[in-house]
C-alpha cells in the first residue's frame, strides 16, 4: 500500500493525473477508488482506506463502525489529503485482547471489501 501511496504521489506532482468527477470516482493511474486493504499481525490488524474528497467522510464513519461492530478496538487512526483529491486513511486496532478470536480479521476484510464493493457500484 505505501507502494501505491508513493506512486501516486509522484503522479500527483508530475500533473499527470486523471479524474472523473462526476460520479466521484477517481481514477489515478487505474486506482479505482475507494480501495481497502486490511492486514493483521496476530491480535493488531491495520486497515487502509483510500477515498475522494467527496466520499471520505462516510467512508471512514461507516468503516469505523464495521470495525466497532466486529469487535475491534481503535487504537489510533490517522488520514492524509493529497492534492485535495484522495484522502488515505490508516486504522490502526486491536481485535482481540487475548488474541485474535477465530476468523475475526477474515470478517472484518470481507465486511470491509464488500461494503466498498457496494459503494463503487452505486457510484
Not at 47 to 61: A, E, H, K, R, W
Not at 89 to 95: L, Y
Request: aromatic letters at 6%; glycine letters at 6%.
Amino acid at each position: 500500500m505505501k507502494e501505491k501511496k508513493n506512486s501516486l504521489l509522484e503522479i500527483e506532482k508530475s500533473g499527470n493525473k486523471n479524474y472523473n468527477n462526476t460520479n466521484n470516482v477517481g481514477n489515478v493511474a487505474s486506482l479505482k477508488l475507494p480501495q481497502i486493504e486490511v492486514h493483521e499481525k496476530g491480535s493488531a490488524m491495520e486497515v487502509v482506506l483510500i477515498t475522494g474528497l467527496m466520499d471520505s467522510q462516510f467512508m471512514f464513519n461507516e468503516t469505523i463502525r464495521v470495525l466497532n461492530e466486529e469487535g475491534a478496538d481503535i487504537v489510533n487512526a490517522s488520514f492524509s489529503v493529497t492534492n485535495e483529491d484522495t484522502v488515505f486513511h490508516t486504522i490502526h486496532c486491536k481485535i482481540g485482547e487475548f488474541g485474535p478470536s477465530p476468523g475475526a480479521a477474515a470478517r472484518i476484510s470481507e465486511w470491509l471489501t464488500k461494503f466498498v464493493d457496494e459503494i463503487t457500484k452505486s457510484s
